[in-house]
């Protein structure tokens, strides 16, 4: 449980890294940040989440200052000195230092390990309670270090006793705050395809749906969530988590479904072997 | 020149100050930022700031862990220890350091020191270029750390010989990167009241226009600036500065305009005296 973080060349110990203050991503919160997890001490669909990475980097036009071998190798050791088998990988690009808070020569590259925060095991069954805030993220599509609403909203989703929060926009839901969102209408599996970040879990249970169910990427209205049969949400540490709540409307059973969980169960198969 | 930070009750050289990389302001861009500058060893404007400062922090609901009379000491310090007469000083409030990358128990305030980057004394003959964007600022009322789109558009502003970015949204123009926009229309002195922060200078600008101008507060369309008889900007280091160039666009007479001058000098006179 030691975790260490690298930073532009060195690994040390994740307590006593730090940046000084006249970091961008500080000052000026500009910075990427990308997270995946390791299952049986290999990251999980690696490839993926880099491709992200460096498409959120230029999309932020943040300089890439590391090639994809390099940082795998880094990753290894960080996984290696973590000590355990299961461990979150957490990658923040920032600007870099600035003299006059906007320029800059060089960016700040951080890849940390972390403990991974599971989800309790009965929310499984249960399924999570969310609540609905009209919003939609700004540069939806770049998995950027701008989480300000989510955590905003921290009081409201402790006292609502929700566990995270839905965006919607103009009738549109788009995504939780750090997760995306499917609903099953008959065999139908519906998942948004706008104003999200299309998360690796999301496309890793799109490829393990195919042949099993009719799938569409669509905008989902509110309505439509509201009455839709089963729910889910999906990430990285959520993988397949129902969805049985939003705010005090019940969705679905108001407990996992049946085709949520021939999905969680397809999910926790593939990982099991990874 | 030499600058100092003040952190959590510690004052400090600049260069050495830092903070862990577990700080949210780093990880989730939670942080709220304010910026105002001395005339004659003198805070400009300290209440306003102070009173924008407060409401920043409670819309972000970051705790704010110092009092007014105590932020006043601390800057007052790092006034001396600069050894100018003239700085600009930085509130920076973030989260504060979070084990979980959510959850924190206190935040993190820095206030620094800093050299006042000035405008070119030509500018404010020949005004400015800008370059259009569409967007609206997130909780644009709020002073956040959150300039990702200015910093992502830094190299279409050099491309273009422009010095800053004008969003515009549903054909209403809002604000610049880090001020306010102001046009006249004949005698009428009109500014955007909706999807702004409302800046001190612009506070500033108001009380010193009252009895000169009509004053009107709406919205603004595009059209109507690309119409205006001049348009300026307002801001901490830039005062009142003409601009006179949109993209292609030749706004007024293409230099500073006659009652643009005359706002300039009323502020002139006010920071000489304070």
Redesign the interface.
């Known amino acids: 449980m030691a975790h260490h973080?690298y930073?532009n060349g060195k690994i040390g110990s994740?307590?006593q890294?730090?940046?000084?203050?006249?970091?961008?991503?500080?000052?000026?919160?500009?910075?990427l940040?990308d997270y995946f997890r390791t299952y049986n001490g290999r990251p999980f669909q690696w490839d993926w989440y880099w491709e992200r990475y460096e498409r959120s980097a230029r999309?932020?036009?943040l300089p890439n200052p590391i090639q994809k071998g390099e940082a795998y190798k880094v990753v290894m050791q960080l996984i290696e000195k973590s000590g355990l088998g299961d461990c979150a990988i957490?990658f923040?690009l920032?600007?870099g230092y600035s003299a006059?808070?906007?320029?800059s020569t060089s960016p700040n590259l951080?890849i940390?390990s972390?403990d991974i925060?599971p989800v309790k095991p009965e929310e499984y069954l249960t399924g999570i309670k969310v609540i609905a805030y009209d919003f939609v993220r700004?540069?939806p599509e770049v998995k950027?270090?701008?989480?300000?609403?989510?955590?905003?909203l921290?009081?409201d989703i402790k006292a609502a006793k929700a566990s995270d929060v839905l965006f919607h926009k103009n009738g549109y839901i788009s995504e939780l705050s750090r997760s995306n969102v499917f609903i099953f209408k008959g065999d139908t599996l519906i998942t948004p395809d706008t104003d999200i970040l299309k998360g690796i879990t999301r496309r890793t249970t799109l490829a393990l749906a195919e042949g099993h169910f009719k799938i569409e990427e669509r905008g989902i209205t509110f309505t439509e969530l509201l009455e839709a049969d089963e729910v889910f949400t999906t990430s990285t540490t959520k993988r397949v988590l129902p969805i049985t709540r939003v705010d005090d409307h019940v969705l679905g059973s108001g407990k996992i479904g049946e085709k949520t969980q021939f999905l969680l169960d397809l999910i926790n198969e593939k990982v099991k072997n990874w």
Request: proline letters at 0%; hydrophobic letters at 40%; a negative charge.
């Open positions: 973080c930073f994740v307590e890294a730090s940046v000084y203050i006249t970091d961008l991503g500080l000052l000026r919160g500009y910075g940040f999309l932020l036009r957490r923040i920032t600007g006059d808070s906007v320029s951080l940390i972390e925060h700004d540069l950027s270090t701008d989480y300000k609403h989510f955590m905003i921290q009081q």
